[in-house]
């Protein structure tokens, strides 16, 4: 069973949950923006 964390994005204010096992993706813990903010910012990947 995988566990989410929910964070505040730091860009639209967004309440969004992520995977806390997934610590290397863009969408890890030193990075708090929601996927539409890293699209949108061009920092998919």
Wanted: proline share 2%; with cysteine; aromatic share 8%.
């Amino acid at each position: 069973m995988v566990s989410a964390i929910r964070a505040q994005c730091r860009g639209c204010g967004r309440t969004w949950a992520y995977d806390q096992l997934d610590k290397t993706s863009s969408y890890g813990q030193t990075n708090i923006h929601c996927p539409q903010c890293f699209e949108r910012m061009g920092l998919v990947g």
